[in-house]
């Protein structure tokens, strides 16, 4: 029997099921990975927008992670949506033993900011020093690095700073540039950088990439494959889910993740 790594998604949840857990395990699963959750919030969503969001009491949050790590180890951490400080220094203080891929969710495809100031400060204190990975947007990388990005050669300036918040690797999604090609830069903690070029694909159908494309990482990462490899899989995988996505609700559609 081959190797089923166990991820550990700590993120909120999608109603719509295009972005969030639901994308994080329908993701896991299609890596043949085993999804374990710890759900931060719930939220009314769909295609068109958030309709309201009910974040859980920091304790049930707590709860299931310990429950979680008590008899499940995990083989890797996907972390997402978080919005209340104690929980990011809970996680900061318990888990940072394990291989950590943080998605620092802060700021939609909108361009609208979801997260207090405090709750950014918070991640970049306690949460950025202990992660593997973290996988900004443009927008995400601008705030924690206070770099603005217009092009490649920015991207890598701001992954070389975020760098010195403490994390091993940075890599910047650099879906939302402006250029005909998608260009996702990895700085590492070696001094590597590596930039994956993409085509950018004209669609409606984008809701939940930032999600599925970190839980991907973490899942090929858990079942050893080395961080290029992981994310090179993982860009390919989300590609082929936008170009072969459903074309669901009248939105911002799901991509396909089976």
Do not use: W
């Not at 710890?38 to 920091?58: C, E, F, R």
């Not at 996680?91 to 997260?115: C, E, R």
């Not at 490649?152 to 700073?161: F, P, R």
């Not at 080395?226 to 170009?243: A, M, P, R």
């Amino acid at each position: 029997m081959s190797f089923i790594p166990k991820v550990l998604i700590i993120a909120g949840s999608d109603s719509g099921g295009g972005a969030g857990i639901q994308a994080d395990i329908k993701t896991t699963s299609y890596f043949k990975g085993y999804a374990m959750t710890a759900v931060t919030a719930v939220t009314a969503q769909n295609t068109v927008g958030v309709q309201s969001i009910y974040p859980l009491p920091k304790q049930i949050v707590i709860d299931q992670i310990n429950s979680i790590t008590n008899d499940l180890a995990p083989d890797v951490v996907k972390i997402g949506m978080l919005a209340n400080l104690e929980i990011i220094k809970y996680i900061s203080m318990n888990l940072s033993s394990y291989k950590i891929v943080l998605d620092p969710v802060m700021v939609a495809t909108s361009g609208d900011v979801l997260v207090s100031d405090d709750v950014i400060t918070s991640i970049k204190n306690n949460l950025i020093s202990k992660s593997f990975l973290i996988t900004p947007n443009i927008y995400e990388a601008e705030i924690l690095s206070e770099v603005k990005i217009c092009n490649v050669e920015d991207q890598i300036e701001c992954g070389i700073k975020l760098l010195k918040l403490g994390c091993k690797n940075v890599l910047i999604k650099g879906g939302h540039g402006n250029s005909h090609n998608v260009y996702d830069v990895l700085i590492t903690s070696d001094g590597d950088e590596h930039i994956f070029k993409s085509n950018k694909i004209k669609s409606t159908n984008t809701h939940g990439t930032g999600c599925s494309l970190a839980t991907a990482i973490a899942t090929n990462i858990g079942l050893g494959k080395n961080i290029k490899e992981s994310i090179k899989v993982s860009i390919d995988y989300v590609q082929s889910g936008i170009k072969n996505a459903p074309d669901f609700g009248s939105g911002n559609g799901p991509i396909r993740h089976f």
